[in-house]
């Protein structure tokens, strides 16, 4: 299998960059590519760096609690959403509207903080589009090497 130098690691695979270079959310499903697609971000100075770190966030906190039970998780739950939140409002591209959403969902059972983490990040998944296409045009050009 023949591979292409990424800067993160020795290698990845041609065919790892062709999944890369087809969605991004198959950069948001491998660890190596989230790294290489942050890297590029910090690099090139975009604001989807931030919003980045914020789908991590997100994805993190719903990873944890996909198979637990949330009455148990309640305290956790509030204190990552906190966390949430805080960095929601550092990143450009979400409304006054949304972060307001944000603010009052804070006191809301865990499930309705579920529900709002889970549209937050598909909100930050949208937003890194265009800088996601700017990546994969990188990518793409990589491969060509």
Not at 59 to 82: F, G, V
Not at 83 to 88: E, G, L, P, T, Y
Not at 108 to 137: C, N, W
């Amino acid at each position: 299998m023949s591979c292409v130098p990424c800067g993160e690691c020795n290698s990845v695979s041609k065919a790892d960059l062709d999944r890369w270079t087809n969605s991004l959310k198959h950069v948001l499903a491998n660890p190596t590519a989230i790294r290489m697609f942050q890297a590029y971000l910090n690099q090139c100075k975009l604001d989807s760096a931030e919003m980045l770190e914020l789908w991590k966030m997100c994805d993190c906190l719903l990873q944890h609690t996909h198979k637990k039970k949330l009455d148990h998780e309640s305290a956790k739950i509030s204190s990552d959403y906190n966390a949430i939140v805080a960095q929601a409002n550092e990143v450009e591209g979400l409304t006054g509207h949304q972060l307001r959403r944000l603010e009052e969902t804070k006191s809301s059972s865990p499930k309705k903080i579920i529900a709002r983490v889970e549209k937050l990040r598909q909100t930050a998944y949208e937003l890194m589009q265009h800088d996601y296409g700017l990546f994969r045009k990188k990518l793409l050009k990589d491969l060509k090497k």
